[in-house]
T-cell receptor, first 110, second 114 residues
Framework: EDQVTQSPEALRLQEGESSSLNCSYT??????LFWYRQDPGKGPEFLFT???AGEEKEKERLKATLTKKESFLHITAPKPEDSATYLC???????????FGKGTHLIIQP | EAQVTQNPRYLITVTGKKLTVTCSQN?????MSWYRQDPGLGLRQIYY???????DKGDVPEGYKVSRKEKRNFPLILESPSPNQTSLYFC?????????????FGPGTRLTVL
């Protein structure tokens, strides 16, 4: 059974204080690892897809990396508007949908 | 604007009263999916559809039905809702006929079953 574990569950940072969110996974035949951002009362918003170990992707203050067992979402010099729940998900492709982790609730204090 | 829409956004109903939550996308996507989101459990897939007239069960299909008669619409049907189906529901769609592409999510439907 595919498993996705995200840590920490919650993280409070000061504005400008860089940190990383972790997503460890167990999946047979990974075809893609996804990062989403979810704001309260809204649907998840796509951030990145990573397909193979060693791959990295960046978008503004966010950088996602992937190894054979885990992925990190690095946030550099965060701003209050980066506050959200960040979700990690994996898929084996084919007809399989996404298996999500429970998310990391990130709060950036001014 | 490319989007996934869901209706209604909020619904309070009683046990056993059949209901349908509609989902529509305007991106010509083949793959569509329904998820439910519960505190402490995260997002879990209910049903998915790889194309018109092709649907299959996800991880938590009990108590739900779907249909895919046309490409843009993928309604979720609760024939006899029960309180354990109180949840936040999301519809999603993506390019291609597999689940390995970026999925676009709707705004969600908050359902309460009394």
């Amino acid at each position: 059974e595919d498993q996705v574990t995200q840590s920490p569950e919650a993280l409070r940072l000061q504005e400008g204080e860089s940190s990383s969110l972790n997503c460890s996974y167990t999946v047979s035949g990974l075809r893609g690892l996804f990062w989403y951002r979810q704001d309260p009362g809204k649907g998840p918003e796509f951030l990145f897809t990573l397909y193979s170990a060693g791959e990295e992707k960046e978008k503004e203050r966010l950088k996602a990396t992937l190894t054979k067992k885990e992925s990190f979402l690095h946030i550099t010099a965060p701003k209050p508007e980066d506050s959200a729940t960040y979700l990690c998900a994996v898929t084996r492709g084919g007809a399989d949908g996404l298996t999500f982790g429970k998310g990391t609730h990130l709060i950036i204090q001014p | 604007e490319a989007q996934v829409t869901q209706n209604p956004r909020y619904l309070i109903t009683v046990t056993g009263k059949k209901l349908t939550v509609t989902c529509s996308q305007n991106m010509n996507h083949e793959y569509m999916s329904w998820y439910r989101q519960d505190p402490g459990l995260g997002l879990r897939q209910i049903y998915y559809s790889m194309n018109v007239e092709v649907t299959d069960k996800g991880d938590v299909p009990e108590g739900y039905k779907v249909s895919r008669k046309e490409k843009r619409n993928f309604p979720l049907i609760l024939e006899s809702p029960s309180p354990n189906q109180t949840s936040l529901y999301f519809c999603a769609s993506s390019f291609g006929t597999s689940g390995e592409n970026e999925q676009f999510f709707g705004p969600g439907t908050r359902l309460t079953v009394l």
